[in-house]
């Protein structure tokens, strides 16, 4: 478990992840409502190049972000207003996610095992504060033991 006690943790957290990310990479976030995914996100686009603070894609559904604005093709997908899984087949992510990066808030809306070989992070609430574990696939293991 990763400690993020606040916003500045998780935007420094993804600004570290930036570091390890190259296209075709799926990282989902998951976790309630106001927990600091779109921090995590923030960060990891801020450490890529862009300039200013990335919106929350909410409402979009799907922000994309392509050099020379960040170093690589970069989707930030917030799928929190999706009402069924169907509705991913709409949204042409299979194709993209071939040369970009994916950043999946919400992964969950897209059905279990939408992302199997994803680097899943997931941040709880608990007494001691906001923590994230990692759930990180074959193909991350050797980058996350960077960590």
């Given at each position: 478990m990763i400690a993020l006690?606040?916003?500045?943790a998780s935007a420094a957290?993804?600004?570290?992840?930036a570091g390890l990310v190259a296209p075709g990479d799926v990282i989902t976030l998951a976790g309630?409502?106001?927990?600091?995914?779109?921090?995590?996100?923030?960060?990891?686009?801020?450490?890529?190049g862009l300039a200013g603070e990335a919106p929350s894609?909410?409402?979009?559904?799907?922000?994309p972000y392509d050099p020379p604005e960040?170093?690589?093709?970069?989707l930030h997908i917030d799928l929190y207003r999706i009402d069924s899984p169907d509705e991913m087949a709409e949204l042409g992510l299979d194709e993209a996610a071939q040369?970009?990066?994916?950043?999946?808030e919400w992964p969950e809306r897209a059905?279990?095992?939408?992302?199997?070989?994803?680097?899943?992070?997931?941040i709880n609430v608990d007494g001691?504060?906001?923590?994230?574990?990692?759930?990180?696939?074959e193909a991350w293991r050797a980058r996350w033991a960077q960590r």
């Open positions: 006690p606040d916003p500045g957290f993804g600004t570290w992840l309630p409502l106001g927990v600091g995914k779109t921090s995590i996100a923030r960060g990891l686009l801020a450490a890529l894609p909410s409402f979009a559904i799907v922000q960040v170093r690589l093709p970069v040369d970009s990066l994916l950043i999946v059905g279990p095992g939408y992302w199997p070989d994803a680097l899943s992070l997931t001691s504060g906001r923590r994230l574990t990692a759930q990180v696939p």
